[in-house]
């Protein structure tokens, strides 16, 4: 079965750009997650959504980051504009909905540069 | 609220050697744990998880973990390190939802293993 995809691989903007990331899940996992990774810290949670709608956006800076997921497959995460601190990798997963405990499935991720 | 600690920033065992990775988890109820392991470059990879039942469990890659209330463990084991088990280990904790909804995975700030030859 095809993993999660994610795109691009590598992004280096300026800061006060916008970005965007892209992510396509598993197919039928109704679960789909964003993480922040910070060099040298564990991912966590921006936003996780459950088909098309929001779970948990608790940790998710809404003044600069936004993320969508229509019809409850793919999703898009924006940073408009980034900020130096925002230089980190972005990790998208998906889980099935019948396994909620959230056997997650990671992407290889976005890794993000600000400069 | 949940959290994870991975007291250990870096370990580093010689191939063939024993190897013990802790973590030690704050959750009010019973937790559901994971291990994960990344490779340079990659995405998280599931080695194990505990819902319930035996306290020890197997995961691929010749990892075990036991889960341990009384001091809120789940340390990873493995008894001979191969050297392409070098990688970061991140310990996760999850939970349910009363909405029944899939849940949030909290990580740990991981352990960086480094295996000498």
């Known amino acids: 079965e095809a993993g999660v995809a994610q795109s691009p691989r590598y992004k280096i903007i300026e800061k006060r750009q916008s970005v965007a990331f892209w992510c396509n899940p598993i197919?039928?996992?109704?679960?789909l997650y964003w993480y922040q990774q910070i060099l040298g810290q564990g991912p966590k949670l921006l936003i996780q959504f459950q088909n098309n709608g929001v779970v948990d956006d608790s940790q998710l800076p809404k003044d600069r980051f936004s993320a969508e997921r229509l019809k409850g497959v793919d999703s898009t995460l924006k940073i408009q504009p980034a900020k130096l601190e925002d230089s980190a990798v972005y990790l998208c997963a998906s889980s099935l909905l019948q396994t909620w405990i959230g056997e997650a499935f990671f992407g290889q991720g976005t890794r993000l540069t600000v400069v | 609220a949940q959290s994870v600690t991975q007291p250990d920033i870096h370990i580093t065992v010689s191939e063939g050697a024993s190897l013990e990775l802790r973590c030690n988890y704050s959750y009010g109820a019973t937790p559901y744990l994971f291990w994960y392991v990344q490779s340079p470059g990659q995405g998280l990879q599931l080695l194990l998880k505990y819902f319930s039942g035996d306290t020890l469990v197997q995961g691929i890659k010749g990892f075990e973990a036991e889960f341990k209330r009384s001091q809120s463990s789940f340390n990873l084991r493995k008894p001979s390190v191969h050297w392409s088990d070098a990688a970061e280990y991140f310990c996760?904790?999850?939970?349910?939802?009363?909405?029944?909804?899939?849940?949030?995975?909290?990580f740990g700030t991981g352990t960086r293993l480094q295996v000498t030859l």
């Open positions: 996760a904790v999850a939970t349910k939802k009363n909405t029944g909804t899939a849940s949030k995975l909290t």
């Open positions: 197919s039928g996992h109704a679960t």
